[in-house]
């Protein structure tokens, strides 16, 4: 339910909470920690005031970025979610950001859902009509566009239909754009700290870093994931597929299947993009989204084939070659 201090908050079946530890077998050799949304087996011992996590169980879905401190390791952020709800400020979406936010809720293979939020910023109701529209034609027809504000409480109705009783949803969106705002509304309280009461605590509002899972009343659950800054891809051929479809629709019309959309002949990208039918920066957030997958994949391979080295080297005589390895025929996708 609840992750600051490094000991999750567990709630059992009925209703009561306890504070755990992760047994020393389960985070052994690999770092498997519980996250926001894990469904867990807890052990109480008689003699110990924390619980004991002895087993996580297997997830349905899984929020997933590449640990923005080591090179090739991933990090799950939040797991056993519905939805994922994006919020821009609809004032000032970020495009890029928007993107790259879609490409990693789609990944997760949960419903997916933009919210634009302080709509009572905008200059005035044509703003929002415009800004809504240009970015229901970016998310597609499957994706519902919500616009929010809290000047107009009623507005976050459509939100709170979305995360219905026994549905968990998680939030993402950058430091600021509304999340905790969005999330009193729908409670109808103050439960989450805004940056307004954060910046007020004299702290900082970066040492803001627990994750919670959120009961609406009546209705389902949610997580607002603060501290969610960089958003870096790990998997993410299948939400590029989804984010992007138009572009990948096009791609497949290009002469070579494996086709990089960069100078070989008979790019049926290039060419959308050269007759105006594809906006040449959706095609460079593409492209640019496909290359970080395809370097973190390679890096990948390389921490995978160096520990593979090691693990050889431990077992095998000496004098087996240097290691390198060769490259060539490597497929293109
Ligand atoms: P979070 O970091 O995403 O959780 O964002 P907060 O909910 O803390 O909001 C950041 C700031 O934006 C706070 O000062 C809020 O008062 C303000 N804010 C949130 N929602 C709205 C809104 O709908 N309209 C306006 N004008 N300000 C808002
Ligand atoms: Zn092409």
Redesign the pocket.
């Known amino acids: 339910m609840k992750l600051d201090r490094g000991f999750p908050l567990v709630r059992f079946p009925d209703g009561a909470t306890l504070r755990c530890e992760h047994a020393t077998a389960l985070v052994k050799g690999e770092k498997v920690r519980a996250v926001i949304g894990d469904r867990v087996e807890v052990s109480v011992p008689d003699d110990h005031d924390m619980g004991i996590i002895e087993a996580i169980l297997p997830r349905s879905r899984a929020f997933v970025r590449k640990d923005p401190t080591e090179r090739a390791v991933a990090q799950v952020l939040a797991a056993n979610f519905d939805r994922v709800i994006v919020a821009q400020p609809l004032a000032e979406v970020n495009r890029r950001r928007l993107e790259r936010e879609l490409v990693l809720a789609y990944e997760t293979g949960a419903a997916v859902t933009v919210v634009l939020?302080?709509a009572?910023?905008a200059q005035d109701d044509a703003q929002v009509r415009a800004v809504r529209d240009q970015v229901r034609a970016l998310v597609g027809p499957d994706v519902q566009t919500i616009v929010v504000?809290?000047?107009d409480p009623a507005s976050v109705e459509a939100v709170r239909a979305l995360v219905p009783a026994g549905s968990m949803a998680v939030l993402i969106?950058r430091?600021?754009?509304?999340?905790?705002?969005l999330v009193n509304l729908l409670l109808g309280e103050d439960v989450q700290e805004?940056?307004?009461v954060r910046e007020g605590d004299g702290k900082g509002r970066h040492t803001t870093v627990s994750r919670e899972v959120i009961e609406l009343p009546g209705g389902g659950r949610i997580v607002?994931m603060?501290g969610v800054r960089g958003l870096g891809l790990w998997d993410a051929d299948s939400g590029i597929g989804a984010a992007f479809a138009d572009v990948e629709a096009l791609a497949e019309g290009c002469r070579f299947r494996d086709c990089r959309h960069g100078d070989e002949p008979g790019c049926a990208v290039r060419a959308a993009v050269a007759a105006g039918e594809l906006a040449p920066e959706r095609f460079a957030s593409y492209q640019a989204l496909r290359q970080e997958t395809a370097e973190i994949k390679e890096r990948r391979e390389q921490a995978r084939w160096a520990q593979g080295e090691k693990a050889s080297h431990a077992r095998a005589p000496k004098g087996r070659g240097s290691g390198k390895r060769s490259r060539g025929g490597k497929p293109r996708r």
Do not use: I, Y
């Not at 430091?175 to 705002?181: A, F, I, L, T």
């Open positions: 939020t302080k009572d910023l504000t809290s000047a969106g430091s600021g754009v509304g999340k905790s705002s805004t940056a307004a607002d603060p």
